[in-house]
């Protein structure tokens, strides 16, 4: 099964508002990193938030994570058409150095 | 800034063939992970290394092997292709701090478009 699962699958909002995309994983992790990919395109990285941590901020991103509950989220605020792409969590397994990518959202963002 | 290489960018290769993709991570970074992405999927995680040596190992087929040269740059070589095989295969690079145990970012690079007919 998989370490990270992500919810909602597909998201669409639009233009302006707000997207929250969540993910659980499974086990113990040292860090949670999200990513974001355009259709067939590279994944660029987006987040990195360490165990320790419990929220950090990078311009319109904001991550939060709950190592209690093995969850984290990633909010977009006034979000853009370009914003448009699957956003992906990917978290190292049980401390190794294997990472493993949740399913995935699916965001769209409507003009 | 310098971002990781992967070549070739498309590859079309037919049963049974065998393929060699190849990755060469930012400089400086001596750790290289490689994924296979399927049409649809999400990223799975195939092999990693560190100062070329193997790292960790995660579902990679026992037809595929891999190593990191001393360079850094790192291949993956593919045996007895099979339709399953076409797929994005990507390469990250990361500094790794193993005595602080820092954790790091994974960069990614543009990945190989692999088309198994």
């Known amino acids: 099964s998989q370490q990270g699962e992500e919810d909602p699958q597909a998201l669409s909002i639009q233009e302006g508002e707000n997207a929250t995309m969540n993910c659980s994983y499974k086990t113990s992790i040292n860090n949670l990193q999200w990513y974001r990919q355009n259709s067939g395109r590279g994944l660029v990285h987006l987040i990195l938030?360490?165990?320790?941590?419990r929220e950090k901020h990078s311009g319109r991103l904001r991550v939060t994570l709950d190592t209690s509950k093995k969850s984290s989220s990633l909010l977009i605020t006034a979000s853009r058409a370009a914003d448009t792409a699957s956003y992906f969590c990917a978290t190292d397994w049980g401390g190794t150095y294997k990472y493993i990518f949740g399913t995935g959202t699916r965001l769209k963002v409507l003009a | 800034a310098a971002g990781v290489i992967q070549s070739p960018r498309h590859l079309i290769k037919e049963k049974r063939e065998t393929a060699t993709l190849k990755c060469y991570p930012i400089?400086?970074?001596?750790?290289v992970y490689w994924y296979q992405q399927g049409p649809g999927q999400d990223p799975q995680f195939l092999i990693s290394f560190y100062e070329k040596m193997q790292s960790d190992k995660g579902s990679i087929p026992d037809r595929f092997s891999a190593q990191q040269f001393s360079d850094y740059h790192s291949e993956l070589n593919m045996s007895s292709l099979e339709l399953g095989d076409s797929a994005l295969y990507f390469c990250?690079?990361?500094?790794?701090?193993?005595?602080?145990?820092?954790?790091?970012?994974?960069?990614f690079g543009p990945g190989t478009r692999l088309t198994v007919t």
């Open positions: 938030i360490r165990s320790n941590e």
């Open positions: 400089p400086r970074h001596d750790t």
């Open positions: 990250a690079s990361s500094p790794r701090t193993v005595r602080t145990g820092r954790a790091y970012e994974q960069y």
